[in-house]
Structures are given as structure tokens and as C-alpha cells.
């Protein structure tokens, strides 16, 4: 053991990649905060502490003068790449800490991992909580909306650190207790879905304004500047003014027509829309903007598509200044059913993994420090204050009045572009999603029809209780009532 290492940290980190190193310099620099630090490869460790020696950190050089280095019950943070070499750090972390210590996975991990993972470190009396973490490399550093999740016990010592470096939002840290065992992942991952959902819908309506009006990038930059005043206020409008006003340096022309138009992903999109799958729970605008990324990333197919049949009327907006207040209504409209549609999901994992999840303290840890952060989402804080079982987010009083006002340009935005043939599946989607929760009667009465055709598969009436299954022959049916129990 080096003669640092001794217990006076009263936190740690392994992993210091960016987002390790970032998130340790923020524990340091907050008053009360003493931080221990590992990493695999030493240089790294000896490099951090060299570049900023007013952090204080206590470097370690193993698993043992790390676990010596932290106060009882210790606490460490574990920032590395989600998969096997999370659970080999869990491994060496259980092989030197005591029960009551607390292991802390800061990374995105899927949250059946960490049910699994909390399970069997839970046997050997130690604490396992899955945290979620968004902000970035930034957040990390300035402060993130951290999502936690694990035991009450460890709550108890986590509250007070995690408080002191999270983001805060109208006076309030960006951070509370999502829930046991997987509930803080689970939470992350529906965030990072609302994200995907989020940048496709305001990709699509840059797309739609370009084409409709001519504008250039730098005048769209102005437009989404003068929305980022309005209730579309949010760090993705921001940012997209700031990239649509680039201008590439080698070439002079604006940057967003130099970046190849192939989208990248992590996996916590697809885990969205899987999960949601399980569930039964539509999350359509997050699936389209998962999918829309996924096509992007097809160019062979996309290639030998482009001869493909289309219609023959080009988008020309007659007035360019009503039709950009069309799509901006129309983006307004389309994230409020992400946003529903995402919470749709969290009630629904709540209920199915046994998590008392306060959906509006959600909403409020995601004021700041997240990519998601927008105004609009102390609405939704007070939606769920004033209804906590509310069944549709997007039926609350302010978002049924927002949707009036916004369905009429939503409509025309999404018929215009499928007249021009221009793709807004996150448009389309989530109209179509609106537009069925409002249906009186869907036509999965059809479908129930055709599947107890082929498969037996039974249905019930609207006029009498019970199951029924007809028997198909010709053109004589009988129907007779089927014993369910």
C-alpha cells in the first residue's frame, strides 16, 4: 500500500477514461468530497493527477490500495465500458470490499444487467446500484442528471455525494432515487430513447423547412434560435443552431452538407423499442427515429433505391414564414407524444419489475444536465403532481390545450411532405400514434377476426362477457362460446 492510500477518500472512481476522469475532477472540486482513483492502466492514473493537482486525489495502484484508500462504508464509481469489462471490475471490486460498501455503475448498461448484476452482489452483502449518467463529457464534469438506482442503504450514503455534483435546475440537484435493483438504468435507457426520438423529429423539420422554403443552413440557424426563446426551448434546439451555423473550414460550405448523412447509435435506442416491445407499450416515434437511423446507415441500399418511382410535385412552400410556424408546431406536437411515450414506458417497467417510480421526480432531474433537458418538462412535473396516476401523459390540461393548437399545422406539415415524398417517420409516426389513442373504435377488430380464422385464436364481443371462437366453413358460420378457464 503507497503511503496515500490510506482511508481518507470518501469516494471512488474507476475507469478514468474521459468520462471517469471528468466525473472524478467534478466529485473533487465540490466542498467535503475526497476522491480515490484506479484505473487498469496506471499511466493513466499518474496522467490525471499530474494535470490537475488541485483535485486532490488519492491515487491507487491496485484493487487492494483502492479498497484501502476509501472511508467505511466505501463507495466507488465504476466508469468503464458497459459489458465484460464491467463485470470484471464488479468481480476484482467484491474481492476486496466488505458487505455494506456500495459499487456504483456509472455506464450504460442495459438494465437486465444490472438486475443480474445487483442480484449476486447482493448475496455477498455488498451494495450493487446501477446509475445512469447523461450529459456527456461536459455534464460529467459540470454537472450531469444522474439517475440512480439500488438499495435504500445505499441511498443513504450515495444521497448526500451524488447531490453535490449533479446539475441544478430552478434550485433543485439533478438527481434522486429512480428505484431498486435496475430501476435507474431502466430510466436511462427510456431517456436516451426520448433523444433519438428528439434529434429525428427536429432532423426532419431542418429537412422540411430547407426544402420548403430554400433557406440555407444559416438562416434555419436563425430560425431555430428564435424557437429556443419560445416553448420549444430546450439544449437540442440550442445545439442545432449552433451546427446548422458552421461553416466547414476546408471548404467554405456550411458543415452540415460536409458531415456523410449516416447516423450512428449506441444500442440505448434499439434497447428502447425492444423493451417496449416486451411491455406491449407503442413507442412509435421512438421506433422511427431508431429505424430512420438504421436506414441512414444502409447506403447500398439506398444506392440502388434512388431510381426508385416518386411523385412529381417538389415541397414549395407559397408562404415560407406560415409554413415555418407550421413545422415548428408540428415539432412541438410530435415531441409531446415522445415525451408520452416515453413515460408510457417507465410506468409500465415500473409495474412489471415491482420499482415505485416517481414519474414527475423523473421529469425534474431531467431540467439539467441531460440532453433532453427542455422547459417543457416542468409540465410535465406538474402534470404528474396534479394526477400521479395520469394513464397518457399527452392528455394532461396544458398538452391537450398545446395539441389544439398544433394538430391543424401538424396535419398539413405531414401531408405535404408524403405529397412531395420527402420522409418524416417521426412525423408521421407520431401523428398516427395521436390519431389512434383518440379512435373510438380501431380496426383490431378485423385482426382478431383474421387470427381466430387461422388459428383459433378466440375473441371477445362488445355485447356479452366471455371468449368466442367462430367456426369458420364457407359461408355458414357458428359461434359458439369457449371455456377460458
Known amino acids: 500500500m503507497t503511503e496515500n492510500a490510506q482511508a481518507t477518500a470518501n469516494i471512488g472512481v474507476v475507469g478514468l477514461a474521459v468520462m471517469g476522469s471528468n466525473l472524478a475532477r467534478n466529485?473533487?472540486?465540490?466542498?467535503?468530497?475526497?476522491?480515490?482513483?484506479?484505473?487498469r492502466t496506471h499511466a493513466k492514473t499518474e496522467e490525471l493527477v499530474a494535470e490537475h493537482p488541485e483535485a486532490g486525489f488519492v491515487p491507487t495502484g491496485s484493487y487492494?490500495?483502492?479498497?484501502a484508500a476509501l472511508q467505511k462504508p466505501r463507495a466507488a464509481i465504476i466508469m468503464v465500458k458497459a459489458g465484460a469489462g464491467t463485470d470484471a471490475v464488479i468481480d476484482e471490486l467484491v474481492r476486496v470490499?466488505?458487505?455494506?460498501?456500495?459499487i456504483v455503475d456509472g455506464g450504460n448498461a442495459l438494465f437486465g444487467d444490472t438486475i443480474r448484476r445487483e442480484k449476486a452482489v447482493r448475496e455477498t452483502g455488498i451494495n450493487f446500484v446501477g446509475m445512469g449518467v447523461s450529459g456527456g463529457e461536459e455534464g460529467a464534469l459540470l454537472g450531469p442528471s444522474l439517475m440512480p438506482g439500488g438499495s435504500d442503504e445505499s441511498w443513504v450514503t450515495l444521497g448526500p455525494i451524488l447531490r453535490s455534483i449533479a446539475a441544478v435546475a430552478e434550485g433543485e440537484a439533478c438527481v434522486t432515487h429512480i428505484g431498486h435493483d435496475g430501476a435507474g438504468h431502466f430510466v436511462k435507457m427510456v431517456?436516451?430513447?426520448i433523444e433519438y426520438a428528439d434529434m429525428q423529429l427536429i432532423a426532419e423539420a431542418y429537412d422540411l423547412i430547407r426544402k420548403g422554403t430554400g433557406q440555407s443552413p444559416a438562416e434555419i440557424a436563425d430560425v431555430f434560435a428564435e424557437w429556443n426563446r419560445g416553448e420549444l426551448e430546450s439544449y437540442l434546439i440550442e445545439i442545432t443552431s449552433e451546427v446548422l451555423r458552421q461553416v466547414d473550414a476546408e471548404t467554405g460550405a456550411p458543415l452540415v452538407d460536409v458531415i456523410l448523412d449516416q447516423a450512428g447509435a449506441k444500442g440505448t435506442g434499439a434497447w428502447t423499442v425492444q423493451t417496449a416491445l416486451d411491455l406491449g407499450v407503442p413507442v412509435s416515434g421512438i421506433a422511427e427515429a431508431t429505424f430512420a437511423r438504421s436506414l441512414s446507415s444502409h447506403p447500398e441500399q439506398r444506392a440502388v433505391s434512388r431510381e426508385l418511382p416518386g411523385p412529381d410535385q417538389v415541397l414549395t412552400a407559397p408562404d415560407a414564414a406560415q409554413f415555418v410556424e407550421d413545422?415548428?408546431?408540428a415539432l412541438f406536437a410530435s415531441k409531446i407524444v415522445a415525451y408520452s411515450q416515453g413515460f408510457d414506458e417507465i410506468r409500465a417497467g415500473a409495474a412489471q419489475y415491482g420499482w415505485d417510480i416517481d414519474l414527475g421526480a423523473v421529469s425534474k432531474i431531467w431540467r439539467g444536465g441531460c440532453i433532453i433537458r427542455a422547459q417543457f418538462l416542468n409540465r410535465i412535473a406538474d402534470a404528474y403532481a396534479e394526477t400521479p396516476d395520469l394513464p397518457v401523459l399527452l392528455t394532461a390540461p396544458y398538452f391537450v390545450e398545446a395539441l389544439e393548437r398544433a394538430q391543424g399545422a401538424w396535419?398539413?406539415?405531414v401531408t405535404a411532405a408524403a405529397t412531395a415524398g420527402i420522409p418524416a417517420p417521426a412525423f408521421s409516426s407520431s401523428l398516427a400514434y395521436y390519431d389512434g389513442l383518440r379512435a373510438e373504435r380501431l380496426p383490431a377488430a378485423l385482426i382478431q377476426g383474421q387470427r381466430d380464422f387461422f388459428g383459433a385464436h378466440t375473441y371477445k364481443r362488445v355485447d356479452k362477457d366471455g371468449t368466442f371462437h367462430t367456426l369458420w366453413s364457407g359461408d355458414r358460420t357458428e359461434v359458439e362460446g369457449v371455456d377460458t378457464h
Open 27 to 39: 466529485l473533487a472540486s465540490r466542498e467535503g468530497n475526497t476522491v480515490a482513483i484506479y484505473n
Open 64 to 67: 487492494e490500495e483502492f479498497a
Open 97 to 102: 470490499f466488505e458487505p455494506g460498501d456500495i
Open 191 to 193: 431517456h436516451n430513447g
Open 327 to 329: 413545422v415548428r408546431l
Open 411 to 413: 396535419r398539413r406539415i
